[in-house]
């Protein structure tokens, strides 16, 4: 599975915490980050991460864009909700395109631990179905 992993400032330190208790699981999929949130996962577990530019440069577009292009699967962004971010509208964008496509999104820890439980158990799969579009399509 593609797996994009996303933290605002506040929140990056958990985020690496909760990658670092789960890096069994991450190891065996794909990763994905914006900018500084996987040069810091990467340097503490050492887990290959591909980046893309930094949040407030872009990247949460990119990551978007990925979405849209259906190709990621899941979306584990931990959000800073009392923190002002400039780049608000592409942080809302991102949100929205999971919900257009479908892809699961986990906005806090206690989403994530269940989301990445039901990976391990399989219950994602359904996102590698070549048809799941019409699986899912209203
Ligand atoms: O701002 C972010 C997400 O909106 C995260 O970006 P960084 O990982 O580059 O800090």
């Known amino acids: 599975m593609n797996i994009a992993l996303i933290a605002h400032d506040k929140k990056k330190k958990n985020l690496i915490d909760f990658v670092t208790a789960y890096q069994n699981i991450f190891k065996e999929h794909q990763l994905f980050a914006t900018g500084t949130t996987g040069k810091l996962i990467q340097k503490e577990t050492g887990l290959t991460i591909y980046r893309f530019q930094s949040g407030p440069l872009g990247g949460d577009q990119q990551i978007g864009a990925k979405i849209a292009n259906d190709e990621m699967d899941m979306i ?7 923190t002002a971010q400039p780049h608000e509208p592409d942080v809302s964008a991102l949100l929205r395109l999971c919900d257009v496509y479908k892809v699961p999104l986990a906005t806090n820890q206690a989403s994530a631990e269940i989301m990445v439980r039901g990976l391990q158990n399989g219950w994602l799969d359904w996102r590698s179905i070549k048809d799941k579009r019409e699986i899912y399509d209203d």
Request: proline share 14%; no cysteine; charged share 30%.
């Open 76 to 82: 584990i962004f931990f959000r800073d909700p009392l």
